[in-house]
């Protein structure tokens, strides 16, 4: 229901806006702005679902074998300590665990093409969990909460950008991203935990977070020698070893067990193409909100506000022109991305604007897209408290981001 009351937003705050600038400021070319980006938007969503089916179909291929073999079971078996505590709806052993960890494993190396995937099998194994196939299960808003948390652990895609746009040390912005993320990500854990009174001070979550922070600090010593330009590289190498690693490994153990191997990956590729054309609808009803909702410049207008009301508070206004980012990416990472790198443009790479932008662009996650896209691959309508929740986690990254960069670099 919120997801619907929102998308309804979009377009009859977007007209009103776009209508009063019409008529009292003469911007005669306001409606043809957003009917561009209306078309535009709904031709980009479908493409979008197409680019996923070879990867989705890949994948879930993949995931078939991996099932099939067991490694699936034995995954979240070794995980089941934390995770049975996050997800106390999920059975023990049940395979939705191991997709739903393998899920994170790949969000957090910023393997974005591998985690999609993923992450779409999870949501499909929690869904035949789940008692109530139209409303969302509580695991399933734990699972979408946590994605839209965004833990990333090495931010590749925004330290290369840094590179092409002249930053003396792209890799400045590692540390503080990965604290920006990290927060955000405890941020909407703890909103669901709430809301599902689930308790966190048990041994097995006190020990991530202990674990996490350390292994925070074991990358930063291997890459603060580093030369920069080795660092997209080095990373690059860490996840493809993970990633050719997990597909060897399920080949292997599958071929030992006598298992068709090829016909399991089919099995599951066809579930892939499947899942990826039935996304379509969703992904082009939430693009098309957004493209609106920003061609009207609806977006300025909450900047400006946003803006107007630091400034009244008396406090230092310096981290405004980087706030686009972090709001952009609660709706586009595309829009998110091209809006930090004008940013970085307009105002220097090292300048405290760009890095803060980068910041952003690293500690929060594309919430409305991740709902969409994972809540409509299995046909759920009323998605209950997530959207709320993980505007929770989105707030806290942003605000995060703003007070780490204040430390770092102003």
């Known amino acids: 229901m919120a997801l619907n009351y929102v998308w309804i937003a979009f377009f009859v705050i977007s ?12 911007d005669a070319e306001i409606f043809g702005k957003m009917t561009t980006a209306l078309f535009d938007s709904g031709k980009t969503g479908a493409e979008l679902a197409l680019g996923l089916t070879g990867m989705m179909a890949f994948w879930l291929g993949i995931m078939k074998i991996g099932e099939r073999a067991g490694m699936i079971a034995l995954f979240a078996k070794g995980v089941n300590p934390l995770f049975s505590r996050l997800f106390p709806g999920i059975p023990k052993g049940d395979p939705a665990m191991g997709s739903v960890v393998m899920n994170f494993s790949a969000n957090a190396l910023g393997l974005d093409n591998a985690a999609t995937p993923m992450g779409l099998k999870a949501m499909k194994e929690l869904q035949e969990l789940n008692p109530q196939k139209d409303t969302a299960s509580n695991a399933q808003i734990m699972f979408l909460v946590l994605n839209t948390a965004g833990i990333t652990m090495i931010p590749t895609a925004v330290m290369a950008m840094r590179l092409t746009q002249g930053a003396a040390n792209p890799a400045d912005i590692f540390i503080p991203t990965m604290i920006g993320t990290f927060i955000s990500f405890i941020s909407g854990m703890i909103a669901v935990a709430i809301y599902q009174r689930i308790n966190l001070f048990r041994l097995p979550v006190l020990v991530f977070v202990g674990g996490f922070i350390g292994l925070m600090g074991l990358l930063f010593l291997w890459m603060r020698n580093m030369p920069t330009e080795e660092i997209a590289v080095k990373t690059a190498m860490l996840g493809g070893i993970i990633i050719f690693s997990v597909i060897v490994s399920f080949l292997l153990v599958a071929f030992r067990q006598k298992i068709n191997v ?21 992904l082009v009803a939430i693009l098309v909100g957004i493209a609106v909702f920003r061609a009207s410049g609806c977006l ?18 310096d981290f405004v022109p980087a706030l686009p980012v972090g709001i952009m990416k609660i709706f586009s990472g595309g829009g998110a991305r091209g809006v930090m790198v004008e940013l970085m443009e307009t105002y220097g790479a090292d300048s405290f604007v760009g890095r803060l932008a980068c910041i952003m662009q690293g500690s929060t996650e594309t919430t ?43």
Do not use: Q
């Open 300 to 317: 300025d207008v909450i900047i400006n506000g946003i803006s107007w009301l630091v400034a009244l508070a008396g406090l230092n206004t």
């Open 15 to 26: 007209f009103a806006v776009a209508l009063f600038r019409l008529v009292f400021m003469g």
């Open 368 to 410: 409305f897209y991740v709902l969409a896209l994972y809540f409509g691959s299995v046909n759920i309508k009323n998605t209950r408290y997530a959207l709320t929740c993980g505007l929770i986690a989105d707030v806290a990254g942003i605000i995060a981001a703003i007070i780490i960069g204040y430390i770092f670099f102003h």
């Open 262 to 282: 090829y016909d399991a990956f089919i099995e599951g590729a066809k579930e892939g193409f499947t899942t990826a054309v039935m996304i379509i609808p969703y």
